[in-house]
T-cell receptor, first 114, second 119 residues
Framework: LAKTTQPISMDSYEGQEVNITCSHN???????ITWYQQFPSQGPRFIIQ???TKVTNEVASLFIPADRKSSTLSLPRVSLSDTAVYYC???????????????FGQGTILTVHP | GAVVSQHPSRVICKSGTSVKIECRSLDFQATTMFWYRQFPKQSLMLMAT?????????EQGVEKDKFLINHASLTLSTLTVTSAHPEDSSFYICSARDLEAGIFNYGYTFGSGTRLTVV
């Protein structure tokens, strides 16, 4: 699986837009990019997934440049409840229709301040 | 959406005893489930892949005789920590994927986790 690199931590304030970038220089042709959110003492929660360009759902947007060597998770107008750890995962088994295992990197600790 | 139920959420046991953790897919069938362990302030570490009707596949460094996995049905996988010791205290999480969820759900669903404390 392609290795990912994310900032260890980020700080923001309520109402701001937060962009978390993940580097995955060795991403393979068949790899998907998936982001998860984890609150303390809870299991991770799926946020968004993409392959190329831009994907948007009700909670976030995912921007993927043409070379796919990085991706940016965008959280619009964050609130205190968005304080969590955000993980970027890359791999063919992060998407598609297989049962492949997921390997988590260190993640980004996002702290939203009042 | 797909729901994975994990039980118990917290358990305290004495050193040397065994503890069983259950992971159920409530509204879908999962022939494969995954077990993770997470220590404080660290990321999730995959322990093993649980396969319905067959033996689990363990990651390197994970003792299969200590962490017994049983996947007897399409909706239930159990992890038993045998002869638990304080160093086994951790947050254990299971996950599964609903392959019938369609193109709008490509993610894995995780259980809420089990906090194991061995005293």
């Amino acid at each position: 699986l392609a290795k990912t690199t994310q900032p260890i931590s980020m700080d923001s304030y309520e109402g701001q837009e937060v962009n978390i970038t993940c580097s995955h220089n060795n991403i393979a042709t068949n790899d998907y990019i998936t982001w998860y959110q984890q609150f303390p003492s809870q299991g991770p929660r799926f946020i968004i997934q993409g392959y190329k360009t831009k994907v948007t759902n009700e909670v976030a947007s995912l921007f993927i440049p043409a070379d796919r060597k990085s991706s940016t998770l965008s959280l619009p107008r964050v609130s205190l409840s968005d304080t969590a750890v955000y993980y970027c995962l890359v791999g063919i088994n992060a998407g598609g229709t297989s049962y492949g295992k997921l390997t988590f990197g260190q993640g980004t600790i996002l702290t939203v301040h009042p | 959406g797909a729901v994975v139920s994990q039980h118990p959420s917290r358990v305290i046991c004495k050193s040397g005893t065994s503890v069983k953790i259950e992971c159920r897919s409530l509204d879908f069938q999962a022939t494969t489930m995954f077990w993770y362990r997470q220590f404080p302030k660290q990321s999730l570490m995959l322990m093993a892949t649980s396969n319905e009707g067959s033996k689990a596949t363990y990651e390197q460094g994970v003792e299969k005789d200590k962490f017994l996995i049983n996947h007897a049905s399409l909706t239930l996988s159990t992890l038993t920590v045998t002869s638990a010791h304080p160093e086994d205290s951790s947050f254990y999480i299971c996950s599964a994927r609903d392959l019938e969820a369609g193109i709008f759900n490509y993610g894995y669903t995780f259980g809420s986790g089990t906090r194991l404390t061995v005293v």
